[in-house]
């Protein structure tokens, strides 16, 4: 029996459109199950007359077999290629609207329509029948079921009306707005931020209904939208009460018996070096020569677990978040606040214990030996980055002799690590200035300078040298690495027809430490060009994601064959895994559960990615909310992203982005180019590609939606 479509009927063939054509096709053939069919049978069945609409028809149903959709036998007679179908996967959010379906078998990702959601959520794991593919364009698809929904509690706007109200979803995450019956408000009145809980989502009905569970604040206020964001990437915003309470218990004295089974570093030079607004002090150095003139470097690091133990609430609270959180104007800390700021922190002038790497090294930055081993130490400096990087300007100032010795030791370990094909990714970091209410009242970028590196080369040197000490060993046991894949060859070549548009040019087929050498000299090759950003960018994204895995596969990026991480345990679950893997096999016990350690693994990356996705969101609003006070000032700025429904730009003072919508583009009819990234007019042919510079206005700032618009001035 073949689908029938008797709501609608084509009385005119010139009002057929094109892309309604293939839309209806497409799902004609994903559901038919008979035999091979004529044009004349899917006109009929489709309720399409007229002569234009049936030739679009046998045109729409040769090129779908041409391109493999469809099988034409015998001649004139159309069924689906059997491999053509389904696929099964999870939703992400795409820019300006819609979703992606990410396939679970790594395939190719599926464009996915707002009005072919089908009640599906960003999160949620969905089967989706696959559209046939136009040639040139992106395959696109329908979700046909949820398999499996990521959750069910939702944040957003109340727009509340007399006699019932709706919940306006945050970032579209759901493709519907929740109807709320006035007695499910809870108190909640209109434009507050809230949490709704879906109770009810009939069959065919088109609005799912809602209870509000929450009331965050009125829409606007600083914490509210900063707890908006935590709940909309589904993470904590507060910490149990409970779980605090059980900290106040842990002592933070050390007994002397402790101090006998460890490596006494309290008489070694120590500093730390953090950022000026730090509390949570994770990681300190220490250095000093050796009677045979090499040099010994301690890399210490907060011993936290032996102070949260696996039976503990701590731990328990620990492994759900996995990661601290960093907003904008906060921090989400994955541990109680008194482990973090107190106990486990390597305040200066108080003994704490570390888990250490201990490094003899001569004076080329070569590792001649090292230990692992739990120590106790005292620092006797707290640095910020900036002074140290003025003891390393000035050569002057306290512990001078110490950061300067580092500071030449970690030079030569980067130069050795490049030489080795590292890629040197420095990504220009936005910052606010924030006024006591969390309102941004100026932006600027944050430098990696030599104290940066200094304090990066040792870290990579300890997490490197764990892994490898685990990994390296002849019947390596189960461990946690991380991971970062080759890139994919075709996102490669990707990238090398794009930069081409530039005049640059990549080496795609050569071994990886050629392909990483012609990356970085792109790298160099952009600084201070007008598209640095977006090339660095788009360079970025062509590379694998790096995740935490039981499976070693090296490290690419940084060209290492073994990499951990274990230097900040106090914000990173994976570094507690790893110091008490070190310690179970230093007590000579066996290999651990790998299933285990893979789901804790998973876990991590995943919440490694939805803490990073609401970082960039808090700095989206506070870029929105900057914005929203220079409406009418002009900016330059850079074309970023090019779609069918406007150009993206990032403005190069403060690196803001915004779109143009292309209906505001009023001086031609302009034509979105997907192969050439740029949109081109009809009849004067002005063009618009990425990496153009323009000048453009502020036009409009929607905090909702955190998206700003701009007014083109003029192309440069």
């Excluded at 469809?70 to 491999?83: A, T």
């Excluded at 464009?111 to 009640?119: F, G, P, T, V, Y």
């Excluded at 904008?328 to 214990?353: A, F, G, Q, Y």
């Excluded at 005049?503 to 000299?521: A, P, R, W």
Aim: glycine share 6%; net charge negative; hydrophobic share 35%.
């Amino acid at each position: 029996m073949r689908p029938k479509n008797k709501n609608r009927k084509h009385e005119s063939a010139v009002s057929v459109r094109k892309k309604e054509i293939v839309n209806d096709i497409s799902r004609y053939f994903a559901e038919y199950q008979g035999e091979p069919v004529s044009y004349k049978d899917v006109a009929a069945t489709l309720g399409y007359s007229g002569m234009t609409a049936r030739q679009q028809i046998i045109d729409v149903l040769q090129e779908f077999a041409a391109t493999g959709y469809l099988i034409e036998s015998p001649v004139g007679k159309y069924r689906l290629n059997p491999r053509m179908g389904s696929l099964v996967g999870v939703i992400t959010a795409k820019r300006g609207g819609g979703a992606i379906l990410v396939p679970e078998d790594g395939g190719d990702e599926i464009i996915i329509s707002d009005r072919n959601l089908n009640k599906a959520a960003v999160g949620d794991t969905v089967k989706v029948r696959l559209f046939a593919r136009r040639q040139g364009k992106e395959q696109e698809g329908e979700v046909m079921e949820v398999l499996k929904r990521e959750r069910d509690t939702f944040v957003g706007k109340l727009n509340v009306k007399e006699n019932y109200a709706f919940l306006l979803v945050d970032n579209r995450i759901l493709g519907n707005d929740i109807f709320v019956p006035i007695d499910k408000l809870n108190g909640a009145k209109d434009g507050d931020k809230a949490i709704v809980k879906i109770i009810d989502w009939a069959e065919k009905g088109r609005n799912p209904v809602g209870e509000v569970t929450v009331v965050l604040g009125s829409s606007g206020d600083n914490n509210a939208e900063m707890h908006a964001i935590l709940v909309e990437f589904g993470l904590p915003y507060s910490y149990p009460a409970e779980v605090e309470a059980y900290a106040d218990t842990i002592p933070d004295e050390i007994s002397s018996e402790e101090i006998a089974k460890r490596l006494d570093c309290r008489d070694i030079p120590t500093f730390t070096i953090d950022p000026r607004d730090a509390k949570d002090f994770d990681d300190a150095l220490s250095v000093r020569k050796l009677d045979n003139g090499n040099w010994e470097v301690g890399v210490h690091i907060a011993d936290v677990t032996h102070y949260v133990h696996l039976d503990d609430c701590i731990e328990q609270e620990a492994v759900s978040r996995a990661t601290s959180v960093y907003l904008v104007d906060r921090t989400i800390p994955m541990l109680p606040e008194r482990l973090c700021n107190k106990v486990c922190s390597l305040r200066p002038d108080e003994e704490k214990l570390c888990y250490s790497v201990m490094f003899e090294m001569d004076d080329n930055a070569k590792v001649i030996n090292y230990q692992i081993v739990h120590t106790v130490i005292k620092s006797d400096r707290r640095f910020t980055y900036e002074d140290a990087q003025s003891v390393i300007e000035t050569k002057e100032g306290d512990m001078k002799d110490e950061i300067l010795t580092l500071d030449r030791l970690a030079k030569k370990l980067r130069e050795e690590r490049f030489k080795n094909g590292a890629i040197a990714f420095e990504r220009t970091e936005v910052k606010f200035e924030i006024d006591e209410n969390g309102k941004p009242i100026d932006v600027f970028f944050k430098e990696s300078k030599d104290a940066n590196k200094l304090i990066e080369e040792f870290m990579l040197l300890a997490n490197r040298t764990v892994a490898e000490h685990i990994g390296g060993q002849k019947n390596p046991k189960t461990f946690v690495y991380r991971v970062h894949d080759n890139p994919d060859p075709d996102k490669l070549n990707n990238l090398s027809q794009f930069i081409s548009r530039f005049g640059y040019k990549l080496n795609t087929t050569g071994k990886n430490k050629e392909v990483s050498t012609s990356i970085n000299n792109l790298l160099d090759k952009v600084q201070g060009t007008r598209e640095q950003n977006l090339i660095e960018t788009i360079t970025i994204r062509s590379m694998a994601k790096a995740i935490y895995s039981t499976d070693n596969v090296g490290h690419y990026g940084l060209s290492f064959d073994y990499y951990t991480h274990f230097t900040s345990p106090i914000r990173r679950y994976p570094d507690m895994m790893v110091h008490r893997l070190l310690d179970r096999y230093a007590r000579g016990e066996k290999s651990a559960d790998k299933l285990l350690f893979d789901d804790l693994c998973d876990h991590s990356s995943k919440m490694e990615q939805l803490a990073a996705n609401a970082e960039r969101a808090s700095i989206k609003y506070k870029q929105v909310e900057y914005m929203k006070e220079r409406l009418g000032q002009i900016y330059d700025g850079v074309i970023s992203g090019v779609t069918e429904w406007g150009i993206y730009v990032e403005l190069t003072q403060n690196k803001c982005e915004g779109m143009i919508p292309i209906r505001e583009l009023d001086d031609d009819y302009y034509v979105f180019d997907e192969k050439n990234y740029c949109i081109t007019g009809r009849r004067k042919g002005k063009k618009f590609q990425l990496g153009d510079e323009v000048v453009v206005k502020i036009a409009r700032a929607d905090l909702d939606k955190k998206q700003l618009d701009f007014a083109l001035v003029e192309k440069k």
